[in-house]
């Protein structure tokens, strides 16, 4: 049982904390040291070049215990579904199922930072109470920023991370709106979608993406006067599903009733689960997959740096806001404009190659 923190005092909050150096970082996360994991995810999430320096190092450092991208210890489990369906409650009642059974449970939650604002929602813990009280669970809201190449990267990074403190079962939650699904998907083992039965998932409101994108989908709050209706909803989408080109021709993407309140049904899902890994495993597709996500995470870093690196070069900082007034204003055409910040890019790479 996790104790509240002590109350601290003023003086003592304006006390630093010890600067870590990467093999202090390296040797926490190995140990399991739960301070230093959450400082080394506030690490690899920073935007200083000198955090991304270390974190790029730290991570590199932790391939032996990570066994590597491609082939780390832990399963990545993705769920998806609409506010209101029961992810939180789900996921709760599922880690715990799976604390009871031996494991140890990391969920990562894909924040939706608003773009406005800056402000993001991080009530994870609160909604999955015996989680965030069980030493076998670490819980950690990610940040979007906004971006989907920050889910990506930072989502990518902290799962190597509490994969090498030893947690081996990661659920990646997604907010189920926009395009964040996606990106979860490309980067989890097992991607599962839950929905409801009349309450506006119905066939024709669910996007046909995201059902492609499904490993399986559950049929969630099968309880009470709603089982029925669940188990309707649960032979529609399972006609939807076959109509579809599976992605796998080793797996046919399941439809189960579940209730994460009642702990109904999430037994059989998690057996599903560890079939669709042994299949896969069998076939080789398993591996493959892993080892595609590998490739796409080097290619969305590419791109993340690249796009930091335009922003913050001097010249283009001090144009940039230039040209975006005369697209805005109609003066210039995006395409112009982008045809500018490239030769300001050119040019200072140009540059800073001369001797």
């Given at each position: 049982m996790i104790c509240d923190p002590q109350p601290i005092s003023p003086h003592a909050a304006q006390v630093p904390r010890a600067v870590l150096a990467?093999?202090?970082?390296?040797?926490?996360?190995?140990?399991?040291?739960?301070?230093?994991?959450?400082?080394?995810?506030?690490?690899?999430?920073?935007?200083?070049p000198a955090d991304q320096a270390l974190a790029r190092r730290l991570l590199q450092r932790l391939l032996p215990s990570n066994l590597s991208q491609t082939t780390g210890r832990a399963y990545r489990i993705g769920i998806t579904g609409v506010p209101g369906v029961?992810?939180?409650?789900?996921?709760?009642?599922?880690?715990?199922?799976?604390?009871?059974?031996?494991?140890?449970?990391?969920?990562?939650?894909?924040?939706?930072?608003?773009?406005?604002?800056?402000?993001?929602?991080?009530?994870d813990k609160t909604r999955m109470e015996r989680l965030s009280q069980s030493q076998s669970a670490f819980i950690r809201p990610s940040p979007t920023s906004g971006t989907l190449g920050g889910v990506a990267r930072r989502t990518r990074e902290t799962m190597a991370l509490v994969e090498a403190a030893g947690f081996d079962v990661v659920i990646v939650e997604t907010v189920g709106v926009g395009q964040s699904e996606t990106a979860v998907a490309e980067m989890v083992d097992f991607f599962l979608v839950l929905l409801l039965?009349?309450?506006?998932?119905?066939?024709?409101?669910?996007?046909?993406?995201?059902?492609?994108?499904?490993?399986?989908?559950?049929?969630?709050?099968?309880?009470?006067?709603?089982?029925?209706?669940?188990?309707?909803?649960?032979a529609e989408y399972q006609g939807a599903l076959n109509i579809l080109t599976p992605v796998s021709p080793s797996w046919a993407p399941p439809v189960v009733t579940v209730s994460g309140r009642?702990?109904?049904?999430?037994?059989?899902l998690w057996a599903k689960i560890l079939d669709y890994r042994?299949?896969?495993?069998?076939?080789?597709e398993f591996d493959e997959r892993r080892r595609r996500q590998a490739v796409t995470s080097m290619h969305d870093m590419i791109t993340d740096r690249l796009l930091?690196?335009?922003?913050?070069?001097?010249?283009?900082?001090?144009?940039?806001?230039?040209?975006e007034a005369a697209v805005a204003a109609g003066r210039m055409t995006p395409a112009m404009a982008v045809e500018e910040v490239l030769r300001l890019w050119h040019e200072a790479s140009a540059a800073s190659r001369s001797p």
């Open positions: 990467l093999e202090d970082y390296a040797r926490g996360v190995e140990a399991g040291d739960r301070a230093v994991l959450a400082r080394a995810i506030t690490l690899v999430e920073s935007r200083k029961g992810k939180s409650t789900t996921i709760d009642q599922l880690g715990m199922n799976l604390i009871v059974a031996g494991h140890k449970v990391a969920v990562l939650a894909v924040d939706p930072t608003s773009r406005r604002t800056g402000g993001s929602i991080l009530g039965a009349g309450g506006g998932d119905d066939l024709q409101g669910i996007k046909k993406g995201v059902i492609e994108l499904a490993d399986m989908i559950a049929i969630n709050k099968a309880d009470g006067d709603n089982i029925d209706r669940a188990s309707k909803a649960a009642d702990n109904r049904g999430l037994d059989a042994r299949i896969m495993t069998g076939t080789g930091d690196n335009l922003r913050t070069a001097p010249a283009i900082a001090t144009r940039l806001p230039q040209l």
